[in-house]
Structures are given as structure tokens and as C-alpha cells.
């Protein structure tokens, strides 16, 4: 495998981001010896994904969910379940899942995946299997970059931040109530792989729920423990901002949705500063355009991602580990 670039990558100090890796032509013509040299090289991987915080592999043959399927198995990390994650998905083989199934035309912000639960991936995996009509690029954002920022901008909202911490609040609907619908989230039952609510209640605060309450059309409003707003990575030492604000906010992608982000004390986030990170993302927020056969590597601790709204078709697996 040898390093290179695409169109869109950003350079911080002479890194490139994402780190783009692309076929040598000297053992890795098929998928088997690929899997192979992702196991032979595994050290090699792991200390470019550290350093890049997203990898791209381009130009390798994985041309069907089976070699991605093995592509992603190879790494040898610890599958995750999505359980507890609200997006609507569909399940494809072993644990890849359709990337997201919210419509073409909405843009979902930047996020770590899961953040707002207790238990979340450390790495995520997307595979393009059919190249978007237009647009439809998955950005991503290196998540130090937006604390710098904020410290340099907004300290005061830092500093309350990283002294208070948050709470999330997301009212998930009954599927079986009329009018329901799974444009942007799906149902309790199948958030939490259940249908009894007493069951579903104990996989709620395994996720980190504090409080949960039951509406009279049978939905399930959930409060979590408090949360921080930052999380420090051993190994590089950086601070990222690391959370699920600005998707569960209501002054960005929450407007209008039965969701919320608070303090850890119930206060309220003011409207300008959640507006004052999303620019923050949008404008260190790095894309480039989907090639079919593409993987992209995104440690999620390190690196936010997001989604462009598109013109059909557009086919992106993703699959999430440890």
C-alpha cells in the first residue's frame, strides 16, 4: 500500500487529512491478499490511523459487501451493536447496516457516532458501493481542531462546558402509534430490540438513561446521566469534542424533533453558541466526492463525520467496531 491524496483532503503540518492509502500493485490484486496484508501490517495501520484520524482506501478490490464484509473483519477489532442508536438503518450481512435511510435532502450534521450513549463504536467503516448522483459526500471533521477553536472564540462556553457537562433528552416514538414515521428516528421497539416495555427500560439505562418516562401515546422520553462534553485520547493526547450537541440540539438538527440537549444542571446551551460550533464543524469540515469501492476508516474518537444531502442513487455501508 502506498500514501497518497484526493481532491479535498486538508494538510495540518504537513498531514494529510483524511490519510489516503491506494494499491501498490504488488500483492493486493485480490481481496484475500489485501485481508492479508491488513493482518500482516496491522501496527503499520493502527499508527497511520492515529496520525491521520481517518483513512481512505481507494483503488483496492473490494467489489461486493462479501469483500468488504471480510475487508472489515480483517482489522480484528471487537464488533458493536447498534443498540440504542436512533437512526434509521437497515441490517445488510453480519453487522454492516445501510449507513443511514434518512431522506436524500437533509443534511445530517457532524457527530461522533453514538456520543450521546454510554457505550459507543471506536471505529467506524464506510463502504461505497453505488457512487451518489450528486454530492452525497460523507465530511469529516479532525474534532481537536474544533477545540481549539472554541477555546480561542468562545471560551466562556468551554469552560461551562467542561464544568457542567449534558444531558440528552430524545422522546422516541411507539411504532404502532398512528402517523408514525422513521424519517429521522426509528421506533423504541427497535431501538432497543424489544416490544416489552420493561426490557426495553433496562436496555435504556444501560445506555446510560437516568430517567425514563412513558407518554400516553407510548412514547419513550429519556433523560441520560450526565455526560461530558470532551474526552482526551490516550494515545495522542489531544482533547476532542466529543459529543452529540449539535445533532440533538434544537437550535440545529433537532429543530422541530422531539429532542434536546441540556447542562448536566437541566440549564439551558444558548441557541448562539451550539450556532457558533455547527459553523465551527461546517468550516474545518473536510469532503471529498465517493468512488465506488471506496472504504473510509474513521476512529471516532479522533474524527466527527457527517452527511451531504444527495441526488439518488447512493449506496454507503457502514459498520462499526470496539
Not at 480484528?76 to 442508536?85: D, H, M, S, T
Not at 411504532?175 to 429521522?184: H, I, K, P, R, Y
Request: net charge negative; with cysteine.
Amino acid at each position: 500500500m502506498n500514501e497518497s491524496r484526493v481532491k479535498g483532503c486538508a494538510d495540518y503540518q504537513g498531514v494529510s487529512f483524511p490519510g489516503v492509502l491506494v494499491p501498490d500493485n504488488d500483492g493486493v490484486d485480490t481481496i484475500d491478499h489485501v485481508c492479508q496484508f491488513v493482518r500482516d501490517n496491522k501496527g503499520f495501520i493502527e499508527e497511520f490511523i492515529t496520525k491521520h484520524g481517518a483513512v481512505l482506501f481507494r483503488g483496492f478490490p473490494i467489489n461486493s459487501v462479501e469483500d468488504y464484509n471480510e475487508f472489515i473483519l480483517s482489522f480484528g477489532y471487537e464488533i458493536k451493536e447498534y443498540l440504542g442508536g436512533g437512526g434509521p438503518r437497515i441490517p445488510i450481512i453480519g453487522n454492516i447496516l445501510t449507513s443511514t435511510e434518512s431522506p436524500a435532502h437533509l443534511v445530517i450534521p457532524f457527530h461522533h457516532e453514538m456520543a450521546y450513549l454510554a457505550d459507543y463504536p471506536a471505529t467506524l467503516f464506510f463502504w461505497c458501493d453505488v457512487k451518489p448522483g450528486n454530492e452525497g459526500q460523507t465530511p469529516i471533521c479532525l474534532s481537536n481542531r474544533v477545540i481549539i477553536r472554541l477555546k480561542e472564540e468562545n471560551p466562556n462556553f468551554y469552560n461551562t462546558l467542561k464544568e457542567k457537562g449534558m444531558r440528552y433528552i430524545r422522546t422516541i416514538d411507539d411504532e404502532t402509534a398512528e402517523g408514525f414515521s422513521s424519517d429521522n428516528q426509528t421506533s423504541w421497539q427497535h431501538i432497543f430490540d424489544t416490544t416489552d416495555r420493561e426490557a426495553a427500560e433496562t436496555k435504556a439505562k444501560e445506555c446510560g438513561t437516568e430517567i425514563i418516562e412513558w407518554l400516553e401515546n407510548g412514547a419513550m422520553k429519556l433523560t441520560t446521566v450526565i455526560f461530558e462534553g470532551f474526552k482526551t485520547d490516550e494515545r495522542t493526547g489531544t482533547e476532542s469534542w466529543f459529543n452529540s450537541s449539535v445533532l440533538l440540539h434544537p437550535a440545529c438538527y433537532a429543530k422541530g424533533k422531539p429532542w434536546d440537549t441540556v447542562y448536566g444542571d437541566y440549564s439551558r446551551i444558548a441557541d448562539d453558541d451550539m450556532i457558533q460550533i455547527e459553523s465551527i464543524l461546517n468550516e474545518e469540515g473536510v469532503r471529498f466526492d465517493w468512488e465506488r469501492g471506496d472504504v473510509l476508516l474513521v476512529d471516532n474518537i479522533l474524527a466527527l463525520h457527517s452527511r451531504n444531502s444527495f441526488t439518488p442513487p447512493r449506496r454507503i455501508l457502514a459498520a462499526m467496531f470496539g
